[in-house]
């Protein structure tokens, strides 16, 4: 039983060691992923720093074309070219406008790759508490079946120490009633030898001369006490008193004595011997009680000693069972908690490449954009070199001309507009133009 009770306190400690260990483990793999969560947040927080960068790079782009702008208009005297210069500055500056505004403009997968990382933290902080609580429940159920099974194990080592104390009692009882049966059974002996001894001395003294023998032993010895120094004993009055000197009354009265003598003894033999049997019995019989009364209560107390073992060894089965279910419990949650942490693991990565790709797609856009912007600013450059020279011929032949031939390269003037590459910003220079012939 001692066996059985150690064995299952090694194995609660075994088993409470594991569950803290997973949950340690448990404990270590959020807090990587905690971490992978924040390096991720971190290289999204660097992506967006590289657009403002981009932002900036195209303000001061937008800043630098305005200066070479103004640097045009300071150059340039005529309205019209100055016109068509503030037309494309506008233009360009609304465009740079809405490249700003898709810039700033947060994405919509990623407004929802965010919420679903703040619902994945909520959920794995939900998941992280849950199993806290699931830990701690555990650790507190094994406590308490623990000081359980110590209580039990120290209420059966008790009663067996007092079962043990119970049968040593009952072995001294039994050892002791074995002596006091074994010296009575040497006094009855003993009796049963000096009855003997008595009834062959009975038999030795039946005869008178034997009688006679004796009490001249006997008067010998009183002789012999009498001739002793300071011996106070007077023979002749003793011998008076019992009257001695006559031999027939003497020894009828010897007779009278000894027949006393004799009915005597045989009564206080049969009181003895009556006494001495009644004795027995009476302790024959409450010694048998007493042996079957502890016969019963030793076999009562084997029989609560199986059932206490029987319980022990239920108790053992259900604790295994209850630790069985529990260790199961745990290594579901672990392989759960782990498919749910590799699937949002796989989700968030495939959003993330998501949004890296868009981040690249607009990028690539923004790139375009710029070129696109530095190829009109070209076009523009070189239509306005093309517009200047034919402005100054105009110019000169205005003075060798009449009032209606300057029309014509005003007409010149907007056709050559029209040969831009860019129809919506030529057409509203031609329509200033207009305005400015008219």
Not at 31 to 48: C, G, N, P, W
Not at 249 to 269: I, N, P, R, S, W
Not at 291 to 296: C, E, F, Y
């Amino acid at each position: 039983c001692e066996r059985t009770i150690k064995e299952l306190k090694e194995k609660l400690k075994r088993a409470h060691h594991n569950t803290h260990s997973e949950i340690e483990h448990i404990k270590y793999k959020l807090i990587m992923e905690r971490h992978e969560r924040e390096k991720e947040q971190a290289d999204s927080s660097a992506m967006i720093k590289e657009l403002q960068r981009l932002i900036t790079d195209e303000r001061r782009t937008k800043e630098s074309l305005e200066q070479q702008i103004k640097e045009l208009k300071n150059h340039t005297a005529n309205r019209t070219q100055t016109k068509i210069l503030e037309a494309e500055l506008e233009i360009a500056n609304n465009k740079l406008r809405q490249a700003e505004a898709a810039v700033k403009e947060t994405p919509p997968v990623l407004l929802s790759l965010q919420s679903e990382m703040a619902s994945l933290k909520k959920q794995h902080r939900v998941a992280i508490h849950e199993e806290r609580k699931r830990a701690a429940a555990a650790e507190q159920q094994a406590k308490i079946l623990e000081m359980a099974h110590e209580a039990r194990v120290a209420g059966l080592e008790s009663r067996l120490a007092e079962l043990s104390q119970t049968v040593g009692g009952y072995d001294r009882l039994r050892q002791q009633d074995q002596n006091a049966i074994q010296k009575l059974k040497e006094q009855l002996a003993d009796i049963h030898r000096n009855q003997a001894k008595e009834n062959n001395s009975k038999n030795d003294l039946e005869t008178p001369d034997d009688i006679a023998r004796e009490i001249k032993d006997l008067y010998n010895k009183l002789l012999n006490i009498c001739n002793e120094k300071n011996c106070e004993f007077k023979l002749d009055e003793f011998l008076a008193s019992i009257n001695l000197k006559a031999a027939d009354k003497d020894t009828e009265k010897y007779e009278m004595l000894e027949q006393e003598f004799e009915d005597y003894k045989q009564q206080m033999a049969a009181k003895l011997e009556s006494v001495n049997d009644t004795r027995m019995e009476n302790k024959k019989t409450d010694k048998t009680t007493e042996l079957n009364l502890a016969r019963t209560y030793s076999k009562n107390l084997e029989e609560r000693i199986r059932i206490l073992n029987k319980e022990a060894s239920t108790r053992e089965n259900e604790l295994k069972s209850k630790l069985e279910q529990l260790t199961q419990q745990i290594q579901e949650e672990r392989i759960r908690f782990d498919r749910i942490l590799s699937q949002k693991e796989t989700e968030f990565r495939s959003k993330v490449g998501a949004l890296e790709h868009q981040i690249l797609r607009q990028r690539e856009r923004s790139l375009a954009l710029l070129e696109e912007k530095d190829q009109e600013i070209t076009t523009l450059k070189s239509s306005f070199k093309v517009i200047l020279g034919k402005h100054e011929n105009f110019a000169a032949s205005t003075e060798k001309s009449d009032d209606k031939k300057p029309l014509e390269p005003n007409v010149d003037f907007v056709t050559s507009l029209l040969t831009v590459d860019s129809p919506p910003m030529l057409h509203y220079a031609q329509e200033l133009a207009r305005k400015d012939i008219q």
